[in-house]
DNA sequence: CTTTCAGCCTGGGCGC
DNA sequence: TGCGCCCAGGCTGAAA
């Protein structure tokens, strides 16, 4: 699913879920998945569940020893946390967590781990997520700056932008620049700003660049207030589902009006991406 | 350095 | 009902 702040949001709701479980065994029911030393796991407890560019990472420890679990969920991966009551575990569909989509079935079940009190699931239709193992936190962080930290300013992003080649839309892309960034966020950011996805990275004025920095941070933001973008018509009782697509002023709207001067948006592909845009406000 | 393309996977939706 | 085709929020690696 998921860019920056689906991922945020599936960080914040596992993160008092786990907190402080102790985890007893791993099952891995793909073997894509396979590779890592998961028993080493065993015994150890969960202190946090944070996010890091768009990966969920789980920190366990046991005594003075760390392993950091790193979660990519990619397409469609999913990471539920399914209690257990008087022996029994709940039913995962009615599991507080992050929907999209495709409902959650057993045939998409990748991995269990067993946790005092329940379990934690990963399901992954696509099979495209990725989960690994690290001993320190170096393993895990991502290249790039992270949009909602404090190493992310007018300044740095100028510097990173300064003398880039490629479009700005596909610039925006790249994990080993401003980590986070994914499809949809990139044409509602880049809409935000009126600047148009085939502009050069690097032809970008200071004007506009201030506004690239402002308006990254502010739809970020915003999106995480939302609890993210989710294609789905469900809406769950604890509010948790993400809500922003009902936000969104251009990403999967081609042909319809756009919000400002009410022309038709259009849809082009760059980098086998399509990118939403309106062809008379940016430019 | 850049861009393009295939590939990794599954399944929904569409036109015929 | 079925088939073929296109689509999908991510990312890597090879090739040009």
């Known amino acids: 699913m998921p860019e920056l702040p689906e991922v945020e949001t599936v960080a914040r709701q596992l993160d008092p879920q786990l907190r402080g479980r102790r985890l007893s065994s791993i099952e891995i029911l793909d073997a894509k998945l396979a590779g890592p030393d998961w028993d080493s796991l065993r015994g150890f407890s969960i202190q946090r569940t944070f996010r890091g560019g768009k990966q969920v990472v789980l920190e366990f420890s046991r005594g003075k020893l760390s392993r950091f679990l790193s979660v990519h969920l990619r397409m469609t991966g999913r990471l539920i946390w399914v209690p257990e009551l008087k022996g029994r575990l709940a039913d995962p569909q009615a599991c507080d967590h992050y929907q999209y989509k495709v409902p959650i079935s057993d045939k998409s079940l990748r991995a269990r781990f067993r946790l005092s009190g329940g379990e934690l699931r990963f399901y992954d239709q696509r099979r495209f997520g990725v989960l690994a193992l690290h001993s320190d936190p170096a393993g895990f962080a991502s290249a790039g700056v992270e949009p909602l930290g404090p190493d992310f ?7 990173m932008l300064a003398g880039a080649r490629g479009e700005i839309k596909p610039w925006l892309l790249r994990q080993d620049r401003i980590a986070g960034i994914g499809n949809i966020y990139a044409s509602e950011i880049l809409f935000a700003c009126a600047v148009h996805p085939r502009r050069s990275a690097g032809s970008l004025s200071p004007a506009e660049q201030k506004d690239l920095h402002r308006h990254t941070v502010r739809i970020l933001k915003l999106a995480i207030k939302h ?26 709207r081609e042909g319809q009006a756009c919000p400002v001067c009410a022309r038709p948006l259009e849809r082009i592909v760059q980098q086998q991406r399509s990118s939403f845009y309106c062809p008379d406000c940016q430019h």
């Open 153 to 159: 300013s007018p300044a740095s992003l100028a510097g």
């Open 227 to 252: 609890c993210g973008t989710t294609f789905s018509d469900f809406q769950d009782s604890t509010g948790s589902t993400g809500s922003f697509q009902q936000y969104l002023k251009v990403y999967g």
